[in-house]
Structures are given as structure tokens and as C-alpha cells.
């Protein structure tokens, strides 16, 4: 069994910064893509930004330039940097990991989430 522990969300002024934080643990082979999504009261869960394996970055148009995702893989942890934060950018954030499985006969692949940090910015 896979858990996604997220921390660092909370409440901020427009123009400010927040970190938040996920941790990966238990039954994991290779961390694939990790990364966060997030969703806004009556709006669908979407893409905000992830990282492969090799480093290779996704964001979504509306944080490029502001957010930054990295990873510590020896730790199985991604990070994502939000700065100059904007109303819009109020949501639940949820962490995101594609785990591969390896085992002796076969391998599986899984997404895992977590349950979802609130980030709440103020104008």
C-alpha cells in the first residue's frame, strides 16, 4: 500500500508565497511522474504542474512563471514553490504520483493521490 502525505498549505495574501510538500511512503519500486493538481469549489480537478523521472516538467499555463515543482527522489518527495499567488489560485491542491510496482513476474502501474491540502489566497 501506497500513502501521499501533503503539508504546507493554508491562507495568504494576494502577492504572497506558499510550499507545500508531499511525501510518497510504502510499497514503492519507481516514483514516474509526481506532481499536484488542484480543484476550485464547482470546477474539475486539473493539472497545475509535475516531474518525471527525468526532471521533465508539465505546468499548467496559468502558473508558469510563478510556481515551480521539484522532487527529491531519494526521499520520494515533491515540492511545489507557489509565489505571487492570485485569488484564482484558491483550491484544494492534491499530490499526484504514477508508482510502478516491480515485481518477480510482472509489473503494475498505479496513480495514487493524496487527500488534498486547502490553499486559500485573500485579495
Known amino acids: 500500500q501506497v500513502q501521499l502525505v501533503e503539508s504546507g498549505g493554508g491562507s495568504v495574501q494576494a502577492g504572497g508565497s506558499l510550499r507545500l510538500s508531499c511525501a510518497a511512503s510504502g510499497s514503492i519500486s519507481v516514483i514516474n511522474v509526481m506532481g499536484w493538481y488542484r480543484q476550485a469549489p464547482g470546477m474539475q480537478r486539473e493539472l497545475v504542474a509535475t516531474?518525471?523521472?527525468?526532471?521533465?516538467?508539465n505546468y499548467a499555463d496559468s502558473v508558469q512563471g510563478r510556481f515551480t515543482v521539484s522532487r527529491d527522489n531519494a526521499k520520494n518527495t515533491v515540492y511545489l514553490q507557489m509565489n505571487s499567488l492570485k485569488p484564482e489560485d484558491t483550491a484544494v491542491y492534491f499530490c499526484y504520483a504514477d508508482i510502478w510496482h516491480i515485481g518477480v513476474v510482472s509489473t503494475t502501474r498505479r496513480d495514487y493521490w493524496g487527500q488534498g491540502t486547502q490553499v486559500t489566497v485573500s485579495s
Open positions: 516531474m518525471d523521472l527525468g526532471a521533465s516538467t
